[in-house]
T-cell receptor, first 114, second 111 residues
Framework: EAQVTQNPRYLITVTGKKLTVTCSQNMNHEYMSWYRQDPGLGLRQIYYSMNVEVTDKGDVPEGYKVSRKEKRNFPLILESPSPNQTSLYFC?????????????FGDGTRLSIL | AQSVTQPDIHITVSEGASLELRCNYSYGATPYLFWYVQSPGQGLQLLLKYFSGDTLVQGIKGFEAEFKRSQSSFNLRKPSVHWSDAAEYFCAVGSRGDMRFGAGTRLTVKP
């Protein structure tokens, strides 16, 4: 089954403790992206990747890092999480460049930073 | 800079009534336009997309949307709403690498 898998689905942690949210897709997609969803703001793009070893900033990259060492995986790293990063996070992928391709979304990761 | 506006935060319609969700965008070139639906606790599912050609596009679940370049709009419609359509709906505009989403419209369906 074609899917985008995020882990963990839920996480409560404390300020400053490094965390990684994993994202994996099994569709051989070139493009992957991370979003955060906050009430009243919709989804905002954090980082995206056009292909392996190619990443770029979205609208709200501050406080986040990503890597794309292999095609299927695109982890989101919070080196020193802060409470304002409490949010619902989605990973997405598409076959080619994201702008003109529909994206497949994971089920989301709810992060709470205390 | 490209942007997407969904003017209605929350809409309530009766089951069986027609539905129109509004979306306006601001973008310098011909945009790639999408509508996604999000059910509670779920990720986003693509309803339909517009890249070029016929300005009326059909999607899944009986939805359609019309691209109006002169009005910079891409409104979503459904002739008869079902209770299962209750969800949050997002309009999105894409370019080469990035994607911008509207703030969403939450749809409530009355019995």
């Amino acid at each position: 089954e074609a899917q985008v898998t995020q882990n963990p689905r839920y996480l409560i942690t404390v300020t400053g403790k490094k965390l990684t949210v994993t994202c994996s897709q099994n569709m051989n997609h070139e493009y992957m992206s991370w979003y955060r969803q906050d009430p009243g703001l919709g989804l905002r793009q954090i980082y995206y990747s056009m292909n392996v070893e190619v990443t770029d900033k979205g609208d709200v990259p501050e406080g986040y890092k990503v890597s794309r060492k292999e095609k299927r995986n695109f982890p989101l790293i919070l080196e020193s999480p802060s409470p304002n990063q409490t949010s619902l996070y989605f990973c997405a992928s598409s076959l080619k460049q994201g702008g003109n391709q529909p994206q497949h979304f994971g089920d989301g990761t709810r992060l709470s930073i205390l | 800079a490209q942007s997407v506006t969904q003017p209605d935060i929350h809409i309530t319609v009766s089951e069986g009534a027609s539905l129109e969700l509004r979306c306006n965008y601001s973008y310098g070139a011909t945009p790639y336009l999408f509508w996604y639906v999000q059910s509670p606790g779920q990720g986003l599912q693509l309803l339909l997309k517009y890249f070029s050609g016929d300005t009326l596009v059909q999607g899944i679940k009986g939805f359609e949307a019309e691209f109006k370049r002169s009005q910079s709009s891409f409104n979503l419609r459904k002739p008869s709403v079902h209770w299962s359509d209750a969800a949050e709906y997002f309009c999105a505009v894409g370019s080469r690498g990035d994607m911008r989403f509207g703030a969403g419209t939450r749809l409530t369906v009355k019995p």
